[in-house]
Nanobody
């Protein structure tokens, strides 16, 4: 089992920044990919960004490319999503997810473990 706990969500004005954190624990050995997804009310959960386990390879959704950055703290098992120039359409519950094997993926069904989510609201 892998446990994932997100933090860092909140209310921010358009153009502002937030940094989300995802702490991983449990049987993380062999985990291949960490991803961030989001789900707005009435919409499907969608891919945001993903990183391989050592943070050396990343992929982003077109809607966040150039504004969001996924990274890893190499001193502990923690991943971050730095979100800059936030827009109202970025409002959603953000989830981190872990994939046990396979290459980087944007498909939510490829991920095996999920955190509980953290709310991000972008509004003036």
């Amino acid at each position: 089992q892998v446990q994932l706990v997100e933090s860092g969500g909140g209310l921010v004005q358009p153009g502002g920044s937030l940094r989300l954190s995802c702490a991983a624990s449990g049987r993380t050995f062999g985990t291949s990919t960490m991803g961030w997804f989001r789900q707005a009310p009435g919409k499907e959960r969608e891919f945001v960004a993903a990183s391989n386990w050592n943070g050396g390879s990343t992929v982003y959704a077109d809607s966040v490319k150039g504004r969001f950055t996924i990274s890893r703290d190499m001193t502990e098992i923690r991943f971050f999503l730095q979100m800059n120039n936030l827009k109202p359409e970025d409002t959603a519950v953000y989830y981190c997810a872990a994939r046990l094997y396979g290459p980087l993926s944007k498909a939510k069904n490829d991920y095996h473990y999920w955190g509980q989510g953290t709310q991000v609201t972008v509004s003036s």
